[in-house]
């Protein structure tokens, strides 16, 4: 077995690609999967344009996804306007495409009765479905158009069973699932819902978990949760240790360490088809359409080759090779069958690489000549890229191509070809197509004109003193029938001929019919006006048009019933307030040592940890000591629940929150939910203890709270403390609620949380060595590590017990000075985000604050204004945080409303 094109495997080259033989761990996945036979998945493709629309409908798309202008994931696409979204739900429902239209990103309060307004207008025009991340937009949309369908976008980070059943309850009918579950997983996750299922099948790759990322965020102030990623995770980084020393090996220098391969599943479809998945989708709503042409003409094919004669299916090695030409970064199966560890990735650059063509064989600098040893066939028009090996990568256009002195349009594998050349090139650079002209003209020809035309059986009937009738069936089992206005008269000269009808009817010019067969019942002697049989044929057309549209169209919703509705409000009654105004101190600590110093510096609330990051020291104080400690001094001690829980990692976390339990006698005082499914977890875990007593649940920043309706949401889940997102900005948080109504609300004044949580380990990956075969040495055990980019930043890197990976930001959030405002805003808890900190900076990080909020509560008693923290504190911070301090967004923000 070797490595074909662009990292898939080729066991033999002929002219289909055989699969492969499975390996061990392969082979037990697909026997757990078992071989029963669902329904035929949906193949989804993407449109971030009217061509690229037209370019997956015509090459075999069940349904496509799009955006509008606003609320879109995909903010610089270029996107349909209101008019071009009616346009392309018309175009594709007339063809049997469903159209789905995404409305996920975060939403500020402001924004959404513009959301609700635009979804009553996507509802309007017929769409299929609307793809959503907001919980506050879930819930309304609930509310006043329960009769659009919601589908869950991967931004929502669902991974269990226990996920997809709550969005289930909230009125989502289908689930993005995230891109980092297994096969199996989707499978456990299959057998436990009733939702339908949706996955990514080819296209790019994020390294965080969709929705959890802040990096491009907090760095660039561009957010991915508001559709403007600047993706800098496909920057150059260096592995280093804290203090800067190069830890790469030689082989890894490039440095695209968080930049991953592009995601390719052609081998595995029968596996796909067996978990059960109701849809296939295609990622790639920025890609140009003959991208779009392309993978979708290809897994068109693939998946009714598959559907239809899975034991015999192979992947075409053509297919295979115009994949990687149109657009590859390499290929990867990605986490369907396990973790590919640095198969993942692609190291030695973060785009398009192309086809491999051959190798400079010689180059005159004098003339500029350089001469190529193909590989690969080579056209004029063509765009090649010479790895020259100084000065990075030299592109070029072929405008004229010889071999051995005669000009050529194309040459072919083994020939030796000359073509113009510039830069520092050199014998044995290797030479990559990333153009390929004739590739390209396939596929505009593919949708510049109609291609799927839907066949039409016609029978017509004629007689004397009898209007002519069309009846008619398209491919599609839609039925009508047509009459026209002129009776049938006796002909003097020239009577109806089944030529003449046929020529007639078979008129379609550009309509999406094609006439397949006729069936005539002519009187003879009869004679009908060539303009009737056009009237009666068009008549026809616009008759099985609008049923055909009418397939897709359920009941609609009136103006007036959606304006009566309303938007309803959030809480309508306000919460008690539980003392003066003083906000509780929250500390997230990541070791049971570090708990303690919080515990004796002041604070009244503690997250601890459910797992502990490598890089901490070996533990010597237990949970008891802790839980003692807490006790003594009424302090709530609340667990933190892993914000990634996969279905195989179910038992383990549940025998976690039983070990509380058996050391304390009692459950916490709370649990700290960082996903949807833990909320059903948690339900789950005190229904089956049978605990009584009311346990706080906490809902983590990880769930994007963003405006006061996903408060209420997650209110209505008896949520009773809830953080919310560090993308909000100091406005926002103060138009976030009614002052009264912020008792349960908490916000972040110090500390560094992840900017990505990642699947994939970077350490692991560089210097462990871990590929999809070979266990990685856990470098991560004996020292610690950071990536530093290009402007020296470093960004440090920890790991779980799980060996998932948490990139933090090189600065850490410090809202000291903002400390008067924030109380003023009557929030009831403040965070200080120490998970990752030894002991003694959370002891001095939490008596610094514990003194400043006490010393502004004696300020604010006072009716004073103007508060300073001291001098001294402030001077402590900067020597605790050499790297810097920021203010993250609370005057920046992600967000901007006239």
């Known amino acids: 077995m070797e490595k074909g094109v662009a990292g898939l495997v080729i066991v033999k080259q002929v002219d289909q690609v055989d699969i492969g033989k499975p390996g061990k761990s392969e082979v037990a996945v697909a026997e757990r999967l078992g071989t029963e036979r669902q329904n035929k998945p949906e193949l989804l493709a993407p449109a971030g344009e009217m061509a690229a629309l037209r370019a997956a409908v015509e090459n075999g798309a069940d349904a496509v996804y799009l955006g509008g202008k606003v609320f879109s994931a995909r903010a610089s696409a270029v996107n349909f306007t209101d008019a071009e979204l009616a346009e392309a739900v018309n175009y594709a429902h007339l063809r049997g495409v469903k159209v789905y239209v995404t409305m996920n990103t975060l939403l500020d309060n402001r924004e959404m009765p513009e959301a609700l307004e635009y979804a009553y207008y996507l509802h309007r025009i017929g769409v299929d479905g609307v793809i959503v991340q907001d919980l506050g937009l879930i819930r309304q949309l609930r509310r006043v158009l329960p009769e659009l369908r919601l589908h869950a976008s991967t931004q929502m980070t669902i991974h269990n069973a226990a996920g997809v059943n709550l969005l289930k309850e909230w009125g989502i009918q289908r689930v993005v699932l995230a891109r980092e579950i297994t096969l199996e997983q989707i499978s456990r996750i299959r057998t436990q819902t009733g939702c339908e299922l949706e996955v990514f099948i080819h296209g790019a790759l994020c390294i965080c978990y969709s929705g959890q990322c802040l990096m491009s965020s907090m760095i660039g102030g561009r957010s991915g949760n508001r559709g403007r990623c600047a993706q800098p995770c496909r920057l150059a980084y260096q592995l280093t240790s804290p203090g800067g020393a190069n830890a790469l090996s030689n082989s890894d220098n490039s440095g695209h360490l968080l930049s991953p391969r592009d995601l390719n599943t052609l081998q595995i479809l029968p596996e796909l088809i067996k978990v059960g998945i109701d849809s296939l989708k295609i990622e790639g709503r920025m890609k140009r359409p003959e991208y779009v042409a392309t993978v979708v003409r290809i897994y068109r094919q693939a998946l009714d080759r598959c559907w239809d004669q899975p034991e015999k299916y192979q992947v075409d090695l053509e297919h295979a090779r115009e994949l990687e030409q149109i657009f590859n970064r390499e290929f990867t199966p990605g986490y369907f069958m396990g973790n590919p560890g640095r198969e993942l990735m692609s190291y030695q650059r973060p785009n398009n690489r192309g086809v491999y063509l051959g190798r400079v064989h010689r180059f005159d600098a004098r003339t500029r000549l350089v001469q190529i040893k193909l590989e690969a066939s080579l056209r004029l028009g063509d765009g090649l890229e010479i790895w020259v090996t100084r000065g990075g990568r030299q592109g070029l256009t072929v405008k004229r191509l010889m071999v051995e002195n005669q000009p050529r349009e194309e040459a072919f594998p083994g020939e030796i070809v000359t073509l113009p050349g510039e830069g520092s090139i050199r014998p044995g650079d290797r030479v990559f197509k990333t153009y390929a002209v004739q590739l390209m003209q396939r596929a505009l020809n593919s949708f510049s004109r109609p291609q799927r035309l839907i066949p039409l059986h016609l029978k017509v009937t004629a007689a004397i003193g009898s209007p002519l009738v069309l009846q008619a069936v398209d491919g599609d089992g839609n039925q009508i029938q047509v009459t026209g206005e002129f009776l049938g008269e006796a002909a003097t000269r020239h009577p109806l001929t089944r030529e003449l009808l046929y020529a007639q009817l078979n008129r379609l010019g550009n309509t999406i019919f094609k006439l397949e067969q006729v069936q005539y019942d002519i009187a003879p002697g009869v004679m009908v006006p060539i303009s009737e049989i056009n009237q009666v044929r068009r008549k026809m057309v616009a008759a099985l048009e609008k049923k055909r549209l009418n397939a897709f169209r359920g009941p ?8 009566n509705r309303g938007l309803p409000e959030g809480r309508t009654e306000e919460l008690a307030t539980t003392s003066s105004g003083c906000p509780r101190l929250t500390v997230a600590v990541g070791d049971w040592a570090s708990a303690l ?16 990051f490598r890089s901490k020291p070996q533990e010597r104080i237990q949970l008891e000591q802790v839980w003692e400690a807490g006790r003594s001094r009424s302090v709530r001690l609340v667990v933190t629940l892993p914000r990634i829980v996969m279905e195989t990692d179910q038992e383990g976390v549940l025998r976690q929150m039983e070990t509380w339990e058996k050391v304390t006698g009692k459950p916490p005082a709370g649990w ?36 006061r309706f996903s408060i209420q949401a997650l209110r209505e889940r008896q949520v009773q403390q809830i953080t919310l997102s560090p993308e909000l900005n100091q406005e926002q948080l103060a138009a976030i609620t009614t002052p009264m109504d912020r008792k349960d609300l908490e ?20 210097q462990g060595r871990r590929t999809a075969t070979q266990a990685c040495s856990t470098p991560c055990r004996k020292q610690s590590f950071a990536l530093q980019d290009r402007m020296g930043f470093l960004f440090p890197v920890e790991m779980d017990e799980h060996c998932r990976m948490y990139l933090y930001n090189p600065r850490v959030l410090d809202l000291l000075d903002q400390l008067e405002a924030l109380v003023r805003m009557q929030f009831g808890y403040l965070r200080l985000e120490v998970r990752r900190e030894l002991p003694e900076y959370v002891r001095q990080i939490v008596q610094i604050y514990r003194t400043e909020l006490n010393r502004l509560q004696e300020h604010l008693d006072r009716g004073a204004d103007g508060f300073k923290p001291l001098p001294a504190h402030r001077e402590a911070l900067k020597q605790l945080v050499p790297a810097g301090l920021t203010r993250g967004h609370f005057y920046r923000g992600v967000i901007n409303i006239d």
Not at 597 to 612: N, T
């Open 672 to 707: 700290l939910i960082g996903n949807p499914g833990g909320l059903k977890l948690v339900s789950k875990y005190t229904s089956d203890k049978k605990i009584e007593h009311r346990t706080l649940v906490c809902a983590d920043y990880s769930l994007n709270c963003f405006n």
């Open 556 to 563: 609609l919703v009136s103006e007036a019933v959606f304006s």
């Open 597 to 612: 110093e919080a515990l004796k510096a002041g604070a009244d609330q503690i997250y601890l940890p459910e797992s502990i």
């Open 747 to 766: 916000v972040f004044i110090h500390g560094n949380w992840p900017l990505m949580l990642s699947e994939h380990c970077v350490v692991g990956a560089v």
